[in-house]
């Protein structure tokens, strides 16, 4: 699919200027300015590589044209980039999802509070305010359109004019995308009326409402089961019943990851006619046995972790939305999560970080595949399939669990063959230098950027407990992690560093991006 031609022009004149900027401020290659040593013995080092890398990740998650439909407000799953040059090529990808919304409003909840100012990236709360009025524009209308979805969105298509269900989607919407959705839509709210932006924080209020009141009946399906996609029997219908809803046929959401934010939104605010069937949203997880415990045998020592799925860094996206980490244990945990994640790849002198992502092309803008089944097979419930791919946002937990730590790592990805361009950070390399993933999406570059900012835990933190929901969220978070965990081993072992960068080999650097 194309985008329209007022995001096509748009899209030529934020490239003009973003290699104007490049010639006048930090080079798009600036990861070699940063010496290892001082990322982690300097704070204002730190600092001034978070504004560096903040800075050229804008030119994506606030480049209408590139990472958005600058009319519609709404998000593109990303952009093809040349494999040459790292400039724009070809059109954007006009599909998207509410994964990919929810890291948006994020990063807009984040500008409305101020809180890119420490890292010297400025953005006009006129300009926050027009992209989050398209957006919520876009939501209405779509609610309008297909009110039987509930408020929910599917994989959609994205045009000047808004959103729509996506081929195969026409009657299917996503629970774990949407969860992530909801709550950052809960946080933006917050935000929107501790700024008195009250006609704005009305919109989005209600498009929370709608999400609260119908998560009950579009996503639960007895007996404590989360639907992980909800199948929609008429799309057109007003009326939210349980009736017009089952289950797609593809499981439920039973995992400890970023699907369990789903079910806290059933839990703290949905509608429950038997309060009972609440309480087994958690006895259907405890007895699917997904949260568990594993020691991750480092060379240093053993290391009890959570055990992932695959154990891709993606699966961490949870704590950066909720406020797990308050729980002195989760907390401990995460941590040592993040130590096996490092101490695997330096022990095994993996050049970076493993995450789900968009294989990596031959000289190609045709990507093979999308890359699930990566992380470390010795702490994971599936099979790793591929374990030759790195992403820089494998390093996002990293960064939030030890800053400089996974700075370290995100920089020493950076460093990699053509992984710096126009756009700030590519998708993703192999290990050996030879072949780079030519894409910038959200996922692979914002949730980073939501990382670096800290996620959006201390808003919906403090919502929680307006709402009066705070207890009830760590009362259960609490019980589940100490019902697993007894005790921990491995916490004194130091994080694992980089030991090698990924080779340039015959890549080299883009050419947009020449030699500082």
């Given amino acids: 699919r194309r985008s329209g031609s007022t995001d096509t022009a748009m899209k030529n004149i934020i490239l003009a200027l973003v290699l104007l900027v490049g010639v006048n401020a930090s080079p798009c290659r600036y990861a070699s300015e ?98 989050l009025t398209k957006k919520i524009s876009s939501y209405e209308l779509f609610n309008q359109q297909y009110p039987g979805f509930g408020g929910f969105l599917p994989w959609v298509w994205v045009t000047d004019d ?78 939210i019943v349980a009736s017009n809803y089952i289950d797609d046929g593809i499981g439920f959401l039973d995992d400890p990851y970023e699907g369990e934010l789903m079910t806290f939104l059933m839990d703290l605010f949905g509608t429950w006619p038997n309060p ?61 999560c993040e130590r096996a994640r490092t101490r695997h790849s330096a022990d095994l002198k993996i050049p970076g970080l493993f995450a789900s992502i968009n294989d990596v092309a031959n000289h190609s803008l045709i990507i093979p595949t999308y890359i699930s089944a ?31 730590v996974g700075l370290v790592w995100y920089h020493n990805m950076l460093l990699g063959p053509r992984m710096q361009g126009p756009f700030g950070s590519t998708e993703a390399c192999n290990v050996n230098g030879t072949e780079i993933s030519p894409l910038t999406t959200w996922d692979s570059k914002i949730t980073t950027v939501a990382a670096m900012m800290g996620g959006i835990c201390d808003v919906t933190r403090d919502a929680l407990k307006a709402d009066g929901k705070y207890a009830r969220f760590h009362q259960i978070a609490s019980t589940m992690y100490a019902q697993v965990f007894s005790s921990l081993k491995g916490e004194d072992i130091a994080f694992g560093m980089p030991v090698n960068q990924a080779p340039l080999n015959s890549l080299g650097y883009f050419s947009a991006c020449p030699a500082n």
């Fill in 34 to 131: 940063f010496q290892v040593d001082d990322l982690l013995s300097s704070q204002q080092t730190r600092d001034n590589f978070l504004s560096t890398a903040i800075n050229w990740e804008s030119k994506f998650f606030f480049g209408p044209g590139v990472g958005f439909n600058g009319k519609s407000g709404i998000t593109y799953d990303g952009h093809p980039i040349n494999y040459d040059s790292g400039e724009l090529a070809s059109f954007p990808h006009n599909f998207s999802a509410s994964s990919k919304e929810s890291l948006h409003l994020n990063i807009l909840t984040h500008a409305l509070a101020g809180n890119f100012a420490k890292y010297n990236y400025n953005i006009s709360t006129d300009a926050v305010v027009d992209v």
């Fill in 276 to 336: 009972f069937e609440r309480e087994l949203l958690w006895v259907y997880k405890r007895k699917a046995g997904m949260l568990a415990s594993v020691d991750y045998p480092s060379s240093l020592g053993l290391i009890t972790v959570q055990k992932g799925f695959w154990y891709s860094a993606h699966e961490q996206w949870k704590f950066m939305v909720l406020p797990y980490r308050d729980i002195d244990l989760i907390n401990r945990i995460f941590v040592n």
């Fill in 374 to 404: 990566t992380g470390i097979q010795a702490v994971a419930f599936e099979q790793v399939l591929r374990k030759d791919v790195i992403t820089p946002y494998g390093s996002f937990p990293t960064i939030m669990a030890n800053q400089s």
């Fill in 162 to 239: 808004g959103c729509f269900p996506d081929n195969g989607w026409e009657n299917r919407t996503p629970g774990l995308d949407n969860g992530q959705l909801a709550w950052a839509i809960y946080g933006l709210v917050s935000v929107l009326n501790q700024n008195n932006m009250s006609q704005l924080a009305a919109r989005y209020q209600a498009q929370w409402e709608l999400m609260k009141k119908n998560c009950v009946p579009v996503f639960y399906d007895g007996q404590g089961r989360v639907r992980a996609v909800a199948r929609i029997l008429d799309v057109s219908s007003t009326n």
